[in-house]
């Protein structure tokens, strides 16, 4: 770790960034050297001719972006710290495949952020099921017998579950996990690790992923007897006290003593198996599995959230194929089908039971919690999350066998791709499978601050790359691989990013420019 990149912060304070002394990327000693290479890259001709290229073949999506731009605000193509050049206004999406409305058809990696990797998009039995029951369906608010076919189905499929809740995204059921366990325990501090990512509700988005801090140009908060000092990555969310927050570092030994020391406060912790900001399950398995065992001890809900990996390593998740044991478990992501948002949390039933009746409203008063609302259980949801669930059975092990091997054969090709043009072009990922090409000089980092400065800060121009070649990501070149990926289709992707990086090298791309060098 380098201990002179740490100690001040950037600090939100009443609506702008703290002068700390760390606000200039030039004045913190960090990120010169960057970005002076990154200003040389982008006036270079060949940059330049791939921006027109591709402002050329998405002219029909540029013109519904700027439209928007005048009114709608959240649209994910001006998402602060995420928003990705080119995005595509998509006119159909079928497999793996989308087409945009330029009529350009990409072969789609990106897969909905995710979320429909298992089968791609708009698989026939998914759809046709929905489709069945979209004409005098009773929409919201409404109990069906299809609620009970999903949660038996969950039961089924995740037995380390007594009980589940349904919620609509990621956010929400990390933070029923969370208000649940507070309810449980009667006790308010949360811990959680740095640099993970549990959605965009206050707690969640403190030392968060480290791109939405800007890190490592802007530095990593101090490290101090009381864990890593709490940083909201957005305006507008107060800085967690004390009471609420407690921010753990990615070393078992040092988050376990403040987990023991905080025991009495702790209404949980909530940690990823694997974090797309630390994305090395050789490192994070252990160091969850010895902090799940550690909360167990100290009498602490353990909360795993496997929005990301959970029916992603196995069907069981994470938990079940790593034996993770935890409390609360998170689901989202692929849990849904067809991308009409669900989520859910699972877990213990006493603790579930913090959310179910006694039976009579008045005597839950002051003791039950909620987290309901007029959409909660969306029929139509629970119809597409419930036949993408079914398939995914009926594909059974099988879809995994097929999905690591492709996993693998990307692999496979990288290295001798390595070792025959010196470039050092990576997938690293985990699961079956998440994952993001990289241009890294190391296939493992022990240390998440130290992985974070090793991210080649251009690694956006690969996205640019491969969207010349046909190849859709978003903004860093990630791959959702699942079932509607062929291996014709995992060869057209090899091909597209191996030559991507040969017109790199001839170009003069630095390959080598990281975080470390400032
Ligand atoms: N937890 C994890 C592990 C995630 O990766 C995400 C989203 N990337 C979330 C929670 C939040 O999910 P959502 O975007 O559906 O709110």
Redo the contacts with the bound molecule.
């Keep these: 770790m380098n201990a002179s990149n740490e100690g001040t912060r950037q600090d939100w304070s009443g609506g702008d960034w703290g002068d700390s002394g760390s606000g200039s990327w030039e004045g913190q000693g960090g990120g010169g050297t960057v970005f002076a290479t990154l200003q040389d890259m982008m006036s270079q001709r060949w940059f330049t001719d791939l921006f027109s290229e591709l402002a050329e073949r998405h002219a029909g999506s540029a013109k519904i972006t700027d439209e928007l731009r005048g009114i709608d605000a959240g649209s994910q193509a001006f998402w602060p710290f995420l928003a990705a050049p080119f995005q595509l206004a998509v006119g159909e999406a079928l497999g793996c495949r989308i087409t945009d409305v330029d009529g350009n058809t990409y072969l789609d990696c990106h897969m909905g952020?995710?979320?429909q990797a298992l089968h791609g998009h708009s698989p026939a039995p998914v759809v046709e099921f929905v489709r069945d029951r979209l004409h005098g369906g009773p929409g919201n608010g409404y109990l069906t017998a299809v609620e009970l076919d999903l949660a038996g189905l969950l039961r089924d499929i995740m037995p380390h579950c007594d009980k589940f809740a349904f919620q609509?995204?990621?956010?929400?059921?990390?933070y029923a996990a969370i208000r649940l366990a507070r309810a449980f325990t009667g006790r308010r501090l949360v811990a959680k690790f740095e640099g993970?990512?549990?959605?965009?509700h206050d707690l969640?988005v403190h030392n968060t992923a480290f791109w939405y801090h800007g890190q490592p140009a802007y530095p990593f908060p101090a490290v101090g007897p009381d864990g890593v000092s709490p940083v909201p990555a957005f305006a507008g969310v107060p800085q967690a006290g004390p009471e609420d927050l407690l921010v753990l570092p990615n070393d078992p030994a040092a988050a376990i003593g403040l987990i023991n020391a905080h025991a009495a406060e702790l209404a949980c912790v909530i940690a990823?198996p694997a974090?797309?900001s630390f994305p090395f399950e050789d490192v994070t398995i252990p160091m969850v599995k010895e902090t799940a065992a550690a909360c167990r001890r100290a009498g602490v809900p353990f909360i795993l959230?496997?929005?990301?990996?959970g029916f992603r390593n196995g069907i069981g998740g994470a938990a079940a194929r790593y034996g993770i044991e935890a409390d609360l478990y998170?689901y989202?992501?692929v849990i849904s089908g067809l991308g009409i948002?669900l989520?859910a949390v699972g877990g213990r039933a006493d603790i579930m039971d913090m959310t179910q009746t006694t039976g009579q409203g008045f005597t839950d008063i002051g003791h039950k919690t909620a987290m309901q609302g007029s959409h909660t259980g969306n029929y139509l949801a629970l119809c597409a999350s419930y036949a993408s669930l079914r398939l995914l059975c009926d594909k059974g092990d099988a879809y995994y066998a097929q999905t690591r091997a492709k996993a693998s054969a990307i692999k496979d090709r990288l290295n001798q791709f390595r070792a025959d043009s010196g470039i050092p072009l990576r997938l690293v990922g985990f699961g079956d499978f998440i994952g993001c090409f990289q241009f890294l000089p190391e296939d493992s980092y022990r240390d998440y601050r130290e992985f974070a400065r090793a991210m080649n800060p251009a690694l956006f121009v690969l996205t640019l790359m491969l969207r010349k070649r046909g190849v859709y990501m978003l903004g860093t070149p990630m791959l959702f691989l699942g079932g509607a990926h062929s291996e014709s289709d995992v060869d057209e992707l090899v091909d597209a990013v191996t030559d991507s990086a040969l017109e790199l090298k001839k170009n003069g791309f630095p390959f080598e420019l990281s975080w470390e060098q400032t």
């Design positions: 952020f995710g979320a609509h995204s990621g956010t929400e059921a990390t993970t990512l549990h959605g965009s969640a990823e974090a797309s959230d496997e929005v990301l990996t998170t989202g992501k948002p989520s």
